[in-house]
């Protein structure tokens, strides 16, 4: 973070120092190839032009460094001080020969001894035979020859380490997201917001690497124009998606109406555009993010200072370098806002943890409680008593079920033929205890399913409980299974007459511990109903395909 500071330093005192170089221009006259002066370009159709700049040099602070000259312009032309040519761009259009065109922006160092206090003549004479319609006109620039050539070095230098931190964050958050079983929408879109900013660093200072010649000026400056309206829109998305905004739909399709409509008015204003951009984002952030501090969301504060903060730095920097620093700390915001979404979900991974702890002691303690075993080994002494064989029987289906219990205690999910011969084996425990006949049933099943461990032995437990002992016959346990495009579901019918009780089921141990389970291994997306109906009692499990 400190880097970031002293880099906003860096950039206020640049911007705010003096020129080595004081001097006054005059407005430029054109001349045509007949020396007849015109405006710019001329009225004739042919492309050669003339364009004469009268300066006057007031002061050179270091003179032990050379004068250099800065020329901003369309074609491809050759530049003079005081009428002694000092450089080329590109090459002129000459009979036979098609135009070379030059870069829009060149660097020229003036030989010392014509570099001297008072006035000069730089004359540019070329041809655009490209983009005539455009006028831009010849802009010439004096300063410290080594101050031309180091400033966008200096710039570059900045510029890489800013966006080679956001091109390593895009990366991050693309294998984070990849890689992650949540795979939530808020880490892409950061990890592309990013990479729209590495792309648009690049492309703005790419002018610096590689020659662009000036018929292909304003394809960089349309790339320029639409990365920066792709972000406007993604980063108000981004707020409005970590905030729970309401009515996104809505409001998205304002701020895309509204950035349609700045390009639409200020087509071919390519500054102006990207500007209007930012400001639309900028005030459609500060909306979501009012928003959020009145409904008290965590980060909401944070958030408002850094758009406010981003507000105060672009109006003390010259526009390039404010529209950076704008989404720099704008990212920045997005970033600490992950950070407290990060934190969350941690918060909540320990939570889940000591419930998946609980939920494994509440599984033994299902067969351990003191009456579970008492009566249990009371009605086990009575079998051996009476029968031995029989006896033996309910020994090995008790020890099955144990076997059973231990074996899935640590697990979230067992196979549902698993959990089926553990209800197995608890009918056949609890036919000995309670002298009942108990048929189990199934149809449909999948072996190939998974299921939150002894919940559906849970139900059986709540069928026997709730379940009054039949004069004649077996209580009939039938577990069918359905599985469609979008969910599954588990029916689990106990056919009987059932007890009448004041106590709601529904608050019941038994149903928490399931609803825990299912909370547990498939979130949100599950339902989960159990109530009385004319067979007996009809306990519906049903699980949605996650999103």
Request: aromatic content about 14%; some cysteine.
């Amino acid at each position: 973070m400190y880097r970031f500071v002293l880099f906003i330093a860096f950039l206020l005192v640049f911007t705010s120092c003096k020129n080595d170089v004081d001097y006054l221009e005059s407005d430029p006259s054109y001349y045509d190839s007949n020396g007849v002066p015109q405006n710019y370009l001329g009225t004739t159709n042919h492309s050669i032009f003339q364009a004469r700049i009268d300066l006057k040099l007031l002061k050179r602070d270091n003179k032990a460094q050379p004068l250099g000259m800065q020329i901003n312009g369309f074609g491809a032309f050759d530049v003079y001080w005081d009428g002694i040519l000092v450089g080329s761009n590109g090459q002129m259009a000459k009979s036979g020969q098609a135009e070379v065109a030059g870069t829009e922006t060149t660097y020229y160092q003036v030989p010392e001894k014509l570099a001297t206090i008072g006035k000069h003549v730089v004359t540019v004479i070329g041809t655009q035979t490209s983009l005539r319609e455009e006028h831009r006109g010849i802009d010439v620039k004096l300063e410290s020859y080594l101050q031309l050539i180091r400033i966008p070095l200096i710039i570059m230098s900045f510029m890489n380490l800013m966006a080679g931190a956001f091109l390593i964050a895009a990366i991050y958050y693309f294998f984070l997201y990849i890689n992650s079983s949540r795979q939530e929408i808020t880490v892409l879109l950061f990890g592309i917001i990013c990479l729209l900013f590495f792309s648009l660093l690049i492309i703005e200072y790419v002018k610096f690497y590689i020659k662009i010649p000036y018929t292909k000026f304003y394809v960089r400056l349309e790339i320029v124009g639409w990365l920066t309206f792709a972000i406007s829109l993604l980063i108000p998305l981004y707020f409005m998606l970590q905030f729970g905004f309401e009515k996104k739909r809505l409001f998205l399709l304002l701020l895309f109406s509204k950035l349609i409509a700045i390009y639409i008015l200020n087509y071919h204003h390519y500054d102006i555009t990207a500007m209007r951009f930012s400001y639309a984002m900028w005030l459609a952030s500060v909306v979501i993010a009012s928003n959020a501090v009145f409904r008290k969301i965590k980060g909401g504060l944070i958030v408002m200072t850094g758009l406010f903060f981003s507000a105060v730095v672009n109006y003390y920097l010259v526009y390039d370098f404010g529209l950076f620093m704008t989404f720099t700390i704008i990212v920045l915001s997005m970033l600490y806002l992950h950070t407290i979404r990060a934190k969350a979900i941690e918060e909540a991974h320990n939570a889940s943890l000591l419930l998946s702890s609980r939920l494994q002691l509440e599984l033994v303690k299902k067969n351990i409680q003191p009456h579970f075993l008492r009566n249990t080994l009371t009605s086990l002494i009575d079998w051996i008593e009476e029968s031995p064989q029989q006896g033996v029987v309910f020994i090995r289906a008790l020890a099955d079920e144990f076997d059973i219990m231990n074996a899935i205690a640590e697990d979230t999910l067992i196979p549902v033929r698993q959990e089926i011969e553990l209800c197995q084996k608890h009918l056949q425990v609890m036919s000995f205890r309670k002298e009942v006949c108990y048929d189990w049933k199934e149809n449909n099943i999948d072996e190939n399913e998974t299921i939150p461990p002894a919940i559906i032995h849970t139900i059986i437990e709540n069928g026997i409980t709730h379940s009054l002992p039949p004069k004649q016959g077996c209580i009939e346990f039938t577990l069918s299974f359905i599985k469609e495009e979008n969910d599954k579901q588990y029916t689990l019918l106990t056919s009987a007459k059932n007890r009448k009780t004041k106590k709601d089921k529904s608050n019941g141990t038994g149903f928490k511990y399931i609803k825990a389970r299912l909370n547990e291994s498939y979130g949100n997306n599950w339902h989960f109903e159990s109530c009385a109906v004319e067979e007996g009692w009809l306990t519906t499990i049903k699980i949605f395909n996650k999103k």
